[in-house]
Each structure stands twice: as structure tokens, then as C-alpha cells.
């Protein structure tokens, strides 16, 4: 329940409505997803959720989304559904490393502040703003190296450094 | 007795009879002195002649001596009472120098004194008189004004007691409201501190409240269709509040006043 409330809050926390564009904004998807898993999962501090629905469900594993992985974000830029439902833990564990790397306090801010400040860009921008916002504003908020932290992060979980850089239309 | 004393004893007795008609015969000072010296002085340096006396006389008075001396001729001279008549003769002569020159100095003396005595009297007339008047009136003019002003300070030192006086009063009333004012003041900031801490009580409460109020807008409504208990609602409003106030500390505002919540599957393309 508390994923669905995430979506709720995300969206209306935009200055724009993702959701009357929801179907030409596919590479917005993925990240908003991996936020909707990332913040329950960080309110209740642990980073396996759905571990009810699992077991009512029944389940193979004991929760639905487990954060704590190393999966890899491939692409900034996605088209279709089904990767952006495959990317959505990629960036949920991208996020809990970053929690991880900067506590609790100091990421879940950096996130949620990031997320608001995402303006209506088209498909193929979206990603690439959201990674250059995030860049930025843990560089004002935390500092220089708390930026480099990032960039490391965002590296090693599969973007390349000409992602992080600021995008020209 | 020779020639030479002879004619010497006649102009002995001429020069006699001459020092005693001196006055007779108008003598002159000089004229006196002169057939004094020679009639006293017999050392044989005077020439005592008759010559000699006529070259001392003028000749009206050579002659005047002459006839004197002839007409005396018939009475023998007696040369004591000749004597004794030319020292009375010259001590008279002396004693009328002496007596004139007393005189003159005491005329000189009295006519000093007497153009002193006019000079004084000018001096004070022109000067004294004057400067004494002037002296008198700024007597009584300083001494009327000594007093004046002796009464004036009097009086500035009456009416500085007084001021003193009400300068005093003036300053307990002062004091007296300064304390008042002081103690009005404490009052004062202790009405306000507790003006204050009852604000923000109060502002606390409506925040409080107005906590509630947004939750309680934006709390979730379960359908009448709904298959959950009462108690598991409960718990996932009470989980719910909880989660919206932990966005609401990231900053987020709620924007609906109610989440509806469905048990039921809206379709494959909905959100999840």
C-alpha cells in the first residue's frame, strides 16, 4: 500500500501532469518506479518490500522488490514497458546505495528534492535530466564530494560519463 | 709826636667823626666798610691820610665831612668817648645788617609760606574740593550699591532655596513615577512573556491541528465494497499517516483531500 501511496505522492509532487502524458514519457517510468520502491523502503528501513503480498501470493521469495541488489542501469532512454518495468529495480537498488552511501536523511532529501525539480522534458531527456539534476543538487546540498560519491555510484551501476554530463537539446 | 702822626691823628679824628655822622654823611656799604677797616687796622699797611679818606668819599661828602669837622673843631675830642661812640657805631651798624637780613629772610620765609598757603588753597579749591566731592559721592553712591547688591543676592539666594526646595520635590515625584513606570513595566513584560508563551502554545496547537486537518483530508477512504476489516483499515490509515508524515518532513504538501483505496484489480496497464 505504501508503494501505491509513493506513486500518488511522486506525481503530484510535479510541476507538470506526467500522468495525462503517462504513455509518451515511458523513460520516466522506470525511475519513478524505482522512487516508489526506494522511499517505503527507506521509511521503514529496509529494503525488501512486499514481504505480505508475497506471502499472499505465495510467492517464490519472501518480498516483491528487493533493494539491495547490483542490477545495472543499461539505459536513460526507454521506449517500451517492459524495460521500463525491468529497470524500475536497477534504480530502486541505484537509490539504496545511494541511502547507503549518504544516510538515510541526506539521500531520501537529495531524491525526493531531485524528483519535484524534474521538469516536462521530452522521452529521450528525461533520463539524463533527472541524472545531471541529481548530480547538482548533491553537489549544493552535500558538497563536492558527496557529488563525486554520486558520480561513482552512477558509474558503477552502468551509466557512462557522458550521461552525467548537462544535455543540449 | 711827628708830622706824619700828626696829620695821622687828624685824619684819625676826620675818619671818626665821618664813622660817626655815617648816616648823616648817605655812607654807602662799601664806603663804610672800607673807612672802618682803615680806622681799626693801624699795622702800617692802610694809608690812614686825609688823602687817602677823600679818595673813599664822594666830595659832596668829602665837604659835608669837612664842615662837620670844622664846626666840632671848638670842643676838644675825646678819644675814650670817640672810642666807645665808633663801637656803638659799628655794633649799631651790625645789629641794623643783622636786623634787616633777619627781616628779609623772614619776609622771604613768610612769602614762602604765604605762596604755599595759595597754592594749597588753589590746589584744594581747584583739585581737593573736587576730587572729595567726587570721593563722597561714589561713597554713598558704592555704599548704596554694596547694599543693593548685598539685597539682591538675599534675594537670588531666597529664591534659589526655594527652586531648591521645588527642584527636590520635583525629583521625588520623579523618582516616585520612575519606580511606578519601572514597576508598570515589569508588569508589562510579564504579561507579554506570558502573552507570548500562550501564542505559541496556542500556534502549536494549530499547527498541531492543522496537522491533522491535512491528514485528515488527505486520509484514506476505503470503499463501501471494500473486503478489508475495520482493523486492518485502522492499521493502514495509522500507516499511511505515518508514511505521509515522513514526506511531508522531505517537503511535500498534500494536494487531495482523500486517497481512495481499492482491493480491486483496475487492469494489466495500471500502475502497480
Same mark, same amino acid.
Not at chain 2, 691823628?9 to 667823626?17: I, Q, T
Not at chain 2, 659835608?64 to 669837622?69: G, N, S
Given at each position: 500500500m505504501l508503494r501505491e501511496y509513493s506513486h500518488h505522492i511522486l506525481y503530484s509532487s510535479l510541476s507538470f501532469d506526467a500522468l495525462s502524458s503517462w504513455a509518451s514519457l515511458v523513460s520516466l517510468v522506470p525511475i519513478e518506479y524505482g522512487l516508489a520502491n526506494y522511499f517505503p523502503a527507506s521509511f521503514l528501513n529496509d529494503p525488501h518490500l512486499g514481504a505480505l503480498a508475497a506471502h499472499t501470493l505465495k510467492y517464490d521469495q519472501p518480498y516483491l522488490f528487493n533493494l539491495d541488489n547490483g542490477n545495472r542501469v543499461s539505459s536513460l532512454v526507454v521506449t517500451d514497458y517492459a524495460l521500463a518495468g525491468s529497470l524500475q529495480d536497477a534504480w530502486g537498488g541505484l537509490f539504496w546505495q545511494l541511502r547507503q552511501k549518504l544516510g538515510q536523511s541526506a539521500a531520501d532529501r537529495l531524491l525526493y528534492d531531485t524528483w519535484r525539480a524534474q521538469p516536462?522534458?521530452?522521452?529521450?531527456?528525461?533520463?539524463?535530466?533527472?541524472?545531471?539534476?541529481?548530480?547538482?543538487?548533491?553537489?549544493?546540498?552535500? /558538497?563536492m564530494s558527496s557529488k563525486s560519491a554520486v558520480e561513482e555510484i552512477l558509474i558503477r551501476r552502468g551509466l557512462k560519463p557522458s550521461d552525467l554530463a548537462t544535455p543540449h537539446r | 709826636m711827628t708830622a706824619r702822626s700828626?696829620?695821622?691823628? @687828624?685824619?684819625?679824628?676826620?675818619?671818626?667823626?665821618?664813622?660817626?655822622?655815617?648816616?648823616?654823611?648817605?655812607?654807602?656799604?662799601?664806603?663804610?666798610?672800607?673807612?672802618?677797616?682803615?680806622?681799626?687796622?693801624?699795622? /702800617?699797611?692802610?694809608?690812614? $691820610?686825609?688823602?687817602?679818606?677823600?679818595?673813599?668819599?664822594?666830595?659832596?661828602?668829602?665837604?659835608?665831612?669837612?664842615?662837620?669837622?670844622?664846626? $666840632? @673843631?671848638?670842643?676838644?675830642?675825646?678819644?675814650?668817648?670817640?672810642?666807645?661812640?665808633?663801637?656803638?657805631?659799628?655794633?649799631? $651798624?651790625?645789629?641794623?645788617r643783622t636786623k634787616d637780613r633777619d627781616l628779609v629772610e623772614i619776609e622771604v620765609a613768610a612769602k614762602v609760606a604765604e605762596r604755599m598757603i595759595g597754592w594749597a588753597r588753589t590746589f584744594g579749591f581747584f583739585v581737593a574740593i573736587p576730587a572729595g566731592l567726587i570721593l563722597l559721592i561714589a561713597t554713598l553712591f558704592g555704599l548704596s550699591k554694596v547694599e543693593d547688591v548685598r539685597n539682591a543676592a538675599s534675594r537670588v539666594d531666597a529664591k534659589l532655596r526655594e527652586a531648591e526646595g521645588k527642584l527636590e520635590t520635583e525629583v521625588i515625584k520623579a523618582q516616585r513615577a520612575s519606580d511606578r513606570a519601572r514597576q508598570i513595566l515589569a508588569s508589562a513584560n510579564e504579561q507579554i512573556t506570558a502573552v507570548q508563551v500562550r501564542l505559541e502554545n496556542q500556534a502549536?496547537?494549530?499547527?498541531?491541528?492543522?496537522?491533522?486537518? !491535512?491528514?485528515?483530508?488527505?486520509?484514506?477512504?476505503? @470503499?463501501?465494497?471494500?473486503?478489508?476489516?475495520?482493523?486492518?483499515?485502522?492499521?493502514?490509515?495509522?500507516?499511511?499517516?505515518?508514511?505521509?508524515?515522513?514526506?511531508?518532513?522531505?517537503?511535500?504538501?498534500?494536494? !487531495?483531500?482523500?486517497?481512495?483505496?481499492?482491493?480491486?484489480?483496475?487492469?494489466?496497464?495500471?500502475?502497480?
Open positions: 516536462d522534458e521530452s522521452n529521450d531527456l528525461i533520463g539524463h535530466r533527472f541524472v545531471t539534476n541529481l548530480l547538482s543538487k548533491a553537489q549544493t546540498q552535500l /558538497g | 700828626k696829620a695821622s691823628d @687828624g685824619a684819625s679824628r676826620l675818619l671818626s667823626l665821618i664813622l660817626e655822622h655815617h648816616a648823616e654823611l648817605e655812607l654807602t656799604d662799601s664806603q663804610l666798610g672800607a673807612l672802618t677797616r682803615i680806622y681799626w687796622v693801624d699795622d /702800617g699797611s692802610t694809608d690812614r $691820610s686825609i688823602e687817602s679818606i677823600s679818595r673813599r668819599l664822594s666830595p659832596e661828602q668829602f665837604h659835608r665831612a669837612l664842615v662837620r669837622f670844622a664846626e $666840632s @673843631g671848638t670842643a676838644p675830642l675825646e678819644t675814650p668817648n670817640t672810642v666807645d661812640s665808633v663801637d656803638h657805631l659799628v655794633a649799631a $651798624s651790625l645789629e641794623t502549536q496547537q494549530l499547527s498541531t491541528l492543522d496537522q491533522k486537518v !491535512t491528514k485528515i483530508a488527505e486520509s484514506l477512504s476505503f @470503499g463501501q465494497a471494500t473486503d478489508l476489516s475495520k482493523e486492518l483499515q485502522q492499521q493502514l490509515k495509522q500507516r499511511a499517516a505515518a508514511f505521509l508524515d515522513y514526506f511531508e518532513k522531505l517537503g511535500y504538501a498534500p494536494k !487531495t483531500p482523500s486517497i481512495n483505496v481499492s482491493t480491486k484489480d483496475n487492469g494489466s496497464d495500471s500502475l502497480s
